[in-house]
Every structure is written in C-alpha cells, then in structure tokens.
C-alpha cells in the first residue's frame, strides 16, 4: 500500500497556512538543476538562490527540467536542501542513477523521482543496448536496494490509452514504489487547440485516479502545474491543496508539527 510521509502531509498544510498571510509562498517550488549548477563543476552557479531555497517556506523542493544527474554537484544541492528541512522530490529519467547513487544520502525528506512515460519497455529485452526505460528501472532497483524512497511519476499524453497508465501503476506497486505522481504533459500546450488540452487534462485526472491513494493522487494536482513550469499554482490544484490541509488537520490532530 502506498503510504504518504505524515511529516510531508504536516509540512504541506504549514506551507498552506503560511500562504494566506504570504501570497508568494508556494507549497512546492520547482527548480531547474541547471540554472544553480555548473555542468562540469560541484560549485552551484549561484549561492544567492540556494540561500534563497533553504530559508524558503515551500514544504518541497521538485529539482527537475534538464537531466540533474547531467550535473556532478547535484548531490551537493541535495544535501543542502534536505538537511534544511525541506523535502526533495529529484526528477531524473533514471539512465544514470545506478552509477551516480553513491553520491546521494537515503535520508527520509528525500524521493528519487524516476521519470517512466506510459508505454514504457519494463522487462529486459533481448537487445544487447537497454532501452532509457531499462537502465531507469535497474537504476530504481540499485536505490531501494540502498535504501531510498523511490517515486515513480508518469506524464499523460493525448495519444496514450490509461491501460498503458494503468499497466505502469500496477507496475510501481509491484515493485514497492513509494510513491506515484500523474501529471498532463503539458509540452505545446500553447501549441494545442483548446480541445485537445481540456481533452490530456481529462485524462490525466481519469489517471490520477488509478493511483489508488488519495494522498498522491491530490498531490499530483499540486505537482502538475510547478513541473509543468508554472510558478502558480491552478484553480484546481490551489483547493487540491486546502483539500489535503484540511484533511490533514482532521485525520492527524494529533501530530505536533515541529
């Protein structure tokens, strides 16, 4: 059964409070490992906006856009993040985990976030070259075998059949993923008529609800927009998220938020 951390349940709904008194603060702030990192060097290319991301009020940090594990200080970030309080949610393909894991810490504020698109190759081929989906699965095999939390986020195109969603849910489950987060792609989204991306919205929402935890399925609404490059949040993921705080204060009355 997928479990959502309480802490990261707690730290939402602060962030949410937070939010009503500071309109800027966002329960998740994405970040593009390129633009604080140098793509040969373990030095960030700004320690401005590190300061910045760990004296911020975001309960996660979604590291993302290019490839992070293109950029040898990203474990440095990592730490960094994750040792100020926040948790880390780091977007990779997967292709280079298994060789790159001995630079990143197990440590409970942080989810590996495997990137597998619907449709994906998930047994062992008989070609002597693994596909990216093959190396990405061997790469989640090497984290949980180290002891990290692993979630698997798959984005929905209009052309993809929720039994390929679907198959790649079960998929996640039977190898104890910790979590699972949809999303609409939304690449050419300007691109599209106003059909076809009300039509990848609805499908992406019939997919969130194969997850089979309400937790990660609300979760991905708040995702979508942030890791879709949006620095706001939508109408729907804004109630997604007083959603999940006033369930929050309900089912947990009892946790003491540090």
Do not use: Y
């Not at 990779?92 to 790159?100: A, H, S």
């Not at 810490?105 to 596909?131: E, I, M, N, Y």
């Amino acid at each position: 059964m997928l479990r959502f951390p309480l802490r990261l349940t707690a730290d939402l709904a602060k962030a949410r409070f937070a939010q009503r008194s500071r309109p800027e603060v966002s329960p998740i702030q994405f970040v593009d490992a390129a633009e604080l990192l140098h793509h040969d060097s373990n030095h960030p290319v700004s320690h401005e906006k590190i300061r910045e991301l760990v004296s911020g009020r975001s309960a996660v940090v979604w590291i993302g856009g290019s490839e992070p594990l293109n950029h040898p200080g990203t474990g440095h970030l990592v730490r960094a993040i994750t040792g100020s309080g926040h948790f880390v949610f780091l977007e990779t393909d997967g292709t280079m985990l298994r060789r790159r894991i001995h630079e990143f810490q197990p440590v409970a504020r942080l989810f590996l976030t495997v990137r597998l698109d619907p449709g994906a190759q998930l047994h062992a081929s008989k070609s002597l070259q693994p596909s990216s989906s093959e190396l990405g699965l061997e790469g989640i095999r090497a984290a949980q075998l180290s002891g990290f939390m692993i979630c698997m986020h798959m984005r929905v195109q209009d052309e993809i059949e929720l039994g390929k969603v679907a198959e790649l849910i079960r998929h996640a489950r039977s190898i104890n993923a910790d979590g699972i987060v949809v999303t609409a792609d939304r690449d050419g989204e300007l691109d599209r008529m106003a059909s076809e991306a009300a039509s990848v919205q609805c499908k992406a929402e019939k997919a969130r609800k194969l997850i089979g935890s309400k937790w990660w399925e609300s979760f991905s609404r708040i995702v979508e927009p942030v890791v879709s490059g949006e620095r706001h949040a939508s109408r729907g993921a804004d109630e997604s998220g007083i959603r999940m705080e006033r369930q929050a204060h309900a089912d947990q009355e009892g946790v003491k938020v540090a």
